[in-house]
């Protein structure tokens, strides 16, 4: 089921059984909610493999490449920033940096029996409003799919343990994960991003200790290798331009990078990934 308003307005509702085939073809600015209805999926995601048991949810940006290998029934959600733009709502839904643009890659949230009773009501509700073709449509849909969002964002949050940090904190963990989304290439020290949020870059690291989380610089590094992954993976960019692209000088320093957080070179890593 798809809706499409008049000033470019994209949301979609899917549903897959097992071993159905689902394409998510990367386009401009649309995001995705995939939820696992069943167990045993196996989705490689940027050239990783993930697991993902049943009522395990997962985010997805236009810049995530996606290859199912094994899954069973499976719900999605899809929306561009017309529809609804989480950026320009982050008071309303406080999802950024944490499920969409942030650092922490691949966020997984996993529902209990009662987010599940909670997400089957919303999700039906929302299909039966599909078929809807009032002037209120939009409306009701962006309001369900903002329910949605807010639901899985409180979960996630729950999960990696916000709730041992004020509001303040939470949104300053938050808008760390952004920056370095958007910076990761040309910034590579916690000092830069701690000037940018007009904190020490102490601060930032005593946050992520309440978080029982990575330090700072560990969440930059692996937003590095993240990305250089994907392009070792799926383009045939030469090695030496894919380090300058992410920020090292020269290939020496680069392939160093890479070998101490793979355990092989660049090289290799491309030819088993191919092989």
Known sequence: ????????????????LENQMINLKPQEGVLSI??????????EIDGREHH?????????????????????????LRFNSPFYCIL????????????FYGSSLTPIIKL????????????????????SRDNLQLEMLQMLLKRIVILITRIYKQQE?????????????????????????????????????????KTLSNLFGKLHDKTPSQ?????????????????????????YDVGFNDLQSFSRFFKKHEGISPSDFRISFNS
């Not at 949810?57 to 069973?72: D, E, Q, Y």
């Not at 320009?88 to 499920?99: N, S, T």
């Not at 709730?163 to 952004?178: A, C, G, K, M």
Request: net charge negative; hydrophobic share 35%; charged share 30%.
């Open 1 to 16: 089921m798809k809706y499409t308003g008049k000033t470019g307005e994209y949301f979609e509702v899917l549903e897959f």
């Open 34 to 43: 995939l939820w696992f209805k069943e167990e045993n999926n196996i989705l």
């Open 161 to 201: 343990n916000y709730q041992t940090l004020d509001p303040h904190q939470s949104d300053l963990i938050r808008e760390f994960h952004f920056l370095v989304e958007q910076h990761f290439k040309e910034k590579h020290a916690v000092s830069e991003y701690a000037t940018l949020l007009n904190k020490s870059p």
């Open 219 to 243: 969440m930059i590094q692996q937003r590095i290798m993240h990305e250089v992954r994907r392009l070792l993976a799926y383009t045939d960019q030469p090695i030496s331009e894919i380090g």
């Open 112 to 131: 209990d029996q009662n987010d599940k009773e909670v997400m089957e009501s919303v999700w039906k509700v929302l299909s039966i409003e599909m078929n």
């Open 88 to 99: 320009q709502h982050d008071r309303e839904v406080g999802c950024k940096g944490v499920l």
């Open 52 to 76: 993902f048991e049943k009522d395990q949810v997962v985010c997805l940006t236009n810049f995530n490449k996606i290859k199912f290998i094994r899954k069973g029934n499976t719900s999605l």
